[in-house]
DNA sequence: CCATAAGTGGACGAGGCCCTCCACTTGCCC
DNA sequence: GGGCAAGTGGAGGGCCTCGTCCACTTATGG
């Protein structure tokens, strides 16, 4: 095996470590990553890259180096947001009642599913590749279920909540990010109440007001329709 | 101006009166319009053009001389599905108990929505060019809020229940549309089910039971991401 | 059975996005 | 400064979809 003239000591991992990148090229990749969250953000996963090398101001091909798959580029672009949620997620358990924790946790995700349209895709769908989510997810889905059942166990929900009502709740949300997000703010806020008002065990006669109601009618249904 | 020879007293509307066409044109116009409706269903309202054509036997030419545009074709495809979504508006309305009306009719349009992806996007963007809808839409709006009106009323709704929250739950729903049939169809009937509860007056003190929780987990959560 | 016009299918150019390749530039270490 | 490898940008080939065009086929009325 020939000696290896370089004086480093390893490989770049595939976007994974700007430690030995140059700095020019660190900052690009850091300008890519700023882009794509904003690009993805607001025109989902699927946006076209070179919308998001624009964005940065570089060359496509700066772009694919860094991160040779779109899915790379996703998960280095979502890896923060994911951790924090899952600081939310541990939070939650930590908290002392468990029904507001459930709450607070819940409202967090939605509001955040709501207003970043490709985090809604990547929460949802678990992008592919992103394979270091599913020990994430699993560990989201161990809390959750612990929450519920505390939850349940304190009389904070009927009997008959199951834990799949967690993920169904979810996807109703991510029903309302088709809005636009002044709209789908409220919206989402207002579903909520709705349905944690349901899930109580034992609903007061008189119900919790609602927070208001969001800016929807009929025939303002909204929904990006390709008009190529 | 010069004379007719043609005996034809009109030209064709455009893929609108199937009665001036020869019989095998005729013959092809019906196997496109089914082909797009198991494709829209399958696939939504985006799925190629050619691959409906492909469905139907038909070359592109022969799909695209009836519809000139794939509004066109959408708006052929699921003209009857939405005059039997209009029949639904008008059986609630007439329906004596308003609560009971207007739970059928939400549950009948759910299930549609969930079942049939092209219907989905249809019914909740109101389709470019479909201007004809607008009429109809304009129409369901005005008996839905004469029954939501009616059911506060009868003390059926909840005082702060506002008429944006029919969009709301119909959005809501929709979310549920990115799943397989087989899921979506439960999750609607128990989201509703939740729905309901909370929008009563009255709630009792003893909620009942609810329709079986759908086969939903966190790392089930699948939504189709563009795998290219 | 024939003339004719309506009808048909597939080829084809346009446009968009993906991703690679390569000649050029630039930070870094001496 | 100067050499060099790391880094860069944009051109370009491949693939897919759209929608049109035109030479061929076929229903229909006499």
Redesign the pocket.
Known sequence: MPDQP?HKPSG?AAGDTPAE?????RR?RERVLDAAREVFAAQGVDA???AVARRA??????L???F???SALVTAAFEDQLAVCATAFEEAQADPNPGHGLYTLLERICTTLVTDRGFETVFMAGFPEALAYDRQRAVAEERLSHLVQRARDAGQLREDFAPADIPLLLLAVSGLAAQPPETALPAARRLLTYLFQSFQAHPPSRPAPLPPAPPLDLSGLQRPVSA?
């Open positions: 370089s770049p990148l140059r700095a020019d090229a690009n076209p890259m070179s101001g570089v060359g496509v091909a700066t694919y180096r860094r040779p798959t779109r190529r």
